[in-house]
């Protein structure tokens, strides 16, 4: 069996990525690969990338992702970020029972950081019953995401084909922790050594993170790249990317300081367990993940 849990250290704070499964995208429930990922890339360009990473253009109907979601203990909080899908698939909703076998409980977890409002990052919110399935934390996200999901704008905004997928998923697991929910501002700190970066353009309130300890630091980036080419070609915006030239801009602005202080970088669609550097290379990045045993 794969491994699922990936323990680290950020400085003195213990860290682990918990998967919370795969989900393989592939027609006919959404675009093929190239097109979902690289909406706007030119074609022979793209093709030539993608044989540059062994895959063959013509061929590539499908693509797996993990989904792996963050535990950083600081000792004085124990804090999660994104819940995984839930029941999206049969393949996600593992997180659970993954950090079961670490020794976390659910009720363990004080701090449950929210990146965005997509179905793979809040669908394990809730419980079966509807209720929150982490039952002692507050729930962290940014104010603009909040209010982008729970009000008009995200019917008015939201692409046909996507929309009610995302809405049921949204309703399902927002309104259920409303009583528990800390909605910030970004660039504030949310508890010592952990703080929220705006990282708008894949939704209006997507944050990044900056976890810091004893000199080293961890940048959690989340869905600012789906896939490490996009470290390559960052004006390849995805086609769930809501506002493409902001994401553009923010992935620039993320990658550029990722490479220069020379960060550990975590991204929650990457091949398990996402984590990695990102290196300069001319006027853009590549992904070079940590190397890990067996
Ligand atoms: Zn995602």
């Known amino acids: ?5 990936y323990r680290f250290k950020v400085g003195a704070f213990e860290c682990f990525v918990v998967s919370d499964g795969t989900l393989t995208y ?10 979902l990922l690289f909406a706007n890339a030119p074609r022979a360009r793209l093709e030539q990338v993608l044989l540059e990473h062994d895959v063959q253009p013509e061929q590539w109907m499908e693509w797996t992702s993990s989904y792996s979601c963050l535990v950083v203990n600081t000792e004085q909080h124990l804090m999660l970020v994104d819940t ?6 049969p393949t996600t909703g593992r997180l659970l029972q993954n950090l079961q076998a670490e020794g976390i409980a659910a009720a363990d977890i004080d701090t449950v950081i929210l990146t965005h409002g997509h179905p793979d990052h809040i ?38 084909h996507v929309r009610e997928i995302l809405l049921r998923c949204a309703h399902e697991n927002l309104p259920p922790i409303q009583e528990k929910v800390d909605l910030l501002d970004p660039d504030t ?9 705006a990282a708008p353009g894949h939704t209006p309130g997507h944050l990044a993170l900056e976890i810091s300890s004893g000199g080293e630091q961890l940048l959690c980036i ?17 086609a769930v990317d809501l506002d493409p030239e902001q994401i553009v801009t923010t992935r620039r602005r993320l990658f550029s300081r990722a490479a220069t202080e020379k960060a550990l970088v975590f ?17 853009s990045w590549h992904w070079q993940p940590i190397e890990t045993e067996g």
């Open 26 to 35: 592939a027609p006919p429930n959404f675009p093929p690969p190239a097109t």
């Open 189 to 197: 700190e949310i508890v010592p050594g952990i703080r929220a970066l």
């Open 222 to 238: 989340s869905d600012v790249a789906l896939h490490p080419i996009h470290l390559e070609c960052p004006d390849w915006y995805a």
């Open 84 to 89: 995984g899908a839930g029941g999206l698939a």
């Open 123 to 160: 669908g394990g919110n809730t419980d079966a019953q509807g209720n929150p399935a982490f039952p002692n934390a507050r729930y962290v996200l940014w104010k603009d995401e909040w209010d982008f999901w729970t009000s008009e704008q995200a019917e008015q905004r939201l692409d046909e």
């Open 267 to 283: 991204a929650f669609h990457f091949p398990f367990p996402g984590l990695g550097k990102v290196i300069q290379k001319g006027d």
């Open 1 to 5: 069996m794969a491994t699922e849990t």
